[in-house]
C-alpha cells in the first residue's frame, strides 16, 4: 500500500476507543451540533473479501461520516493504546488490534456533539487531531483516519456506499502460495503474450482502485513510461458476487477471489486495441496478457473521428434483415491500433418470420 507522509502540525477529525469516554479531551468551543447517525452502507473489503458491516455506529456531521476509532481499529487491524500520563492516543499501525473481544455497536438516536481536539501519535509521530466528543466518546472523520493509519477509504455516492480497504497483516504461507501458482495455471494461454508474476508481492484490494503497486511492476518489467492514468481501468469478476450470511455477525460476505482488470487505452470516447488485461487471485495480480501493442505510427493529431452516427449505424444494420421485425440493437465502437481504424459493431435482435428470436453482429469499418 502507497505510503504517506504525515506532517506534524496537520488537524484532522478521528475517533478513539472506550477509554475515551473516561478522559475530558480540550473542547474548542461550548457549542453543540446536532449529530445524526448515518444511513450510509457500510463495506470492509479484505484483500477481495467484502464483508457489509452491519452494527457499527457512524454520524454524519457536515456532510461527512465520524466514526469511533476503536472500531476502525478493530475493522482495518491495527493498535491502539491510551497514555494517561500524557492523555495521548496512541497508534501503532505496524501491531494488530489489541482487544479483540470489543463490540462495535451501532447508534440509532440522534445526539449533541462537541467540538474537541486531541493529542495523537502514529508510529511515533505526534499530530493534533479535531473531532467530536459524542456521548462521552471521541469520533473523528473516517478519511481522516484512513490518512494517518495508511489504509484506503472510498465513496460510492450511486450506492452510498463506504468501502474501508484492508490489507492483511500475515504473510502468505508456502502453501497458499502453491496454490495461487496453480490456479494460475487455469489461464495461461501458450497463444497469447502473456506475463506471469510468480513473486506474491504484487497486491490489489478488490474495487479499491488503488494501482499503484501494478503501475510501479508496468514500469520497472514492461514500459518505463507507463502511467495508468493514460488508460481507462474496468474491473469486474467473471464469478459473480456470491454472498454469504453469516447469521453470527449479522453481517454480509461477498467473496470476490477472481478479479479481472481491463486496462485500455481510449481514442477520444472510443476503447482502442491497445492495453493490458491483469488477473488478480485472492488480491494478487498474478497474470498479464498483452491484448495488442502499441503503433508508433499512431499520432493523435493525425487522426480523422468518423462523423457516422448510431442511427445511421442502425440503418445499415437493418439492411441486413428486410422482413424481419427488429426489437434492439446494441452499438460498440472501438478503435483498431494495428490499422489505425475506427469500427463499430452492431448487434442486432430481431423476430424471424417464422417467429424466432435471434440476435445477430454486424462489424463496420468507419
Not at 475515551?20 to 446536532?34: D, G, K, M, R
Not at 448510431?310 to 465502437?333: C, F, S
Request: aromatic fraction near 12%; hydrophobic fraction near 35%.
Amino acid at each position: 500500500m502507497k505510503k504517506r507522509l504525515i506532517k506534524l502540525g496537520m488537524v484532522f477529525v478521528i475517533l478513539f476507543c472506550s477509554n475515551c469516554s473516561l478522559v475530558q479531551a480540550e473542547p474548542l468551543s461550548t457549542e453543540t451540533i446536532q449529530a445524526s447517525p448515518t444511513e450510509n452502507r457500510v463495506i470492509l473489503n479484505t484483500e477481495g473479501s467484502i464483508t457489509e458491516i452491519k452494527n457499527v455506529a457512524v454520524y454524519a456531521i457536515n456532510n461527512k461520516n465520524y466514526f469511533k476509532l476503536r472500531d476502525v481499529a478493530m475493522l482495518i487491524d491495527f493498535d491502539v493504546e491510551w497514555d494517561d500520563g500524557t492523555r495521548t492516543i496512541m497508534l501503532d499501525l505496524s501491531d494488530k488490534y489489541n482487544n479483540p473481544t470489543d463490540q462495535v455497536d451501532k447508534v440509532l438516536k440522534k445526539a449533541n456533539a462537541v467540538p474537541i481536539k486531541q493529542n495523537i501519535i502514529v508510529n511515533e509521530v505526534k499530530l493534533t487531531l479535531s473531532g467530536y466528543n459524542i456521548n462521552g466518546y471521541h469520533y473523528f472523520s473516517v478519511r481522516d483516519i484512513a490518512e494517518i493509519a495508511d489504509f484506503e477509504c472510498t465513496w460510492d455516492k450511486d450506492k452510498n456506499t463506504m468501502s474501508l480497504h484492508k490489507v492483511l497483516k500475515e504473510n502468505i504461507s508456502q502453501e497458499d502460495i502453491n496454490n495461487l501458482n496453480e490456479l494460475v495455471k487455469e489461464y495461461i494461454d501458450d497463444r497469447r503474450k502473456q506475463i506471469v508474476i510468480n513473486d506474491n508481492d504484487i497486491r490489489y484490494v478488490a474495487k479499491s482502485k488503488n494501482y499503484d503497486e501494478i503501475e510501479s511492476f508496468f514500469k520497472n518489467n514492461i514500459n518505463r513510461d507507463f502511467n495508468i492514468n493514460d488508460f481507462v481501468v474496468e474491473e469486474y469478476s467473471p464469478l459473480g458476487d456470491v454472498v454469504i450470511d453469516t447469521t453470527d455477525t449479522g453481517n454480509n460476505v461477498i467473496q470476490l477471489p477472481l478479479n479481472m482488470l481491463d486496462i485500455r487505452y481510449y481514442v477520444g470516447e472510443y476503447r482502442s486495441s491497445y492495453g493490458y488485461h491483469v488477473t488478480v487471485i485472492h488480491g494478487y495480480a498474478k497474470l498479464i496478457d498483452y491484448l495488442d501493442e502499441w503503433n508508433n505510427d499512431f499520432h493523435l493529431d493525425n487522426i480523422k473521428f468518423p462523423a457516422i452516427s448510431d442511427e445511421e449505424l442502425k440503418q445499415k444494420a437493418a439492411a441486413y434483415h428486410p422482413g424481419n421485425m427488429i426489437t434492439d440493437y446494441n452499438i460498440v465502437r472501438s478503435f483498431d491500433m494495428k490499422t489505425l481504424s475506427f469500427e463499430a459493431y452492431v448487434s442486432v435482435n430481431f423476430i424471424t418470420k417464422d417467429g424466432y428470436y435471434v440476435s445477430e453482429g454486424h462489424k463496420f469499418t468507419l
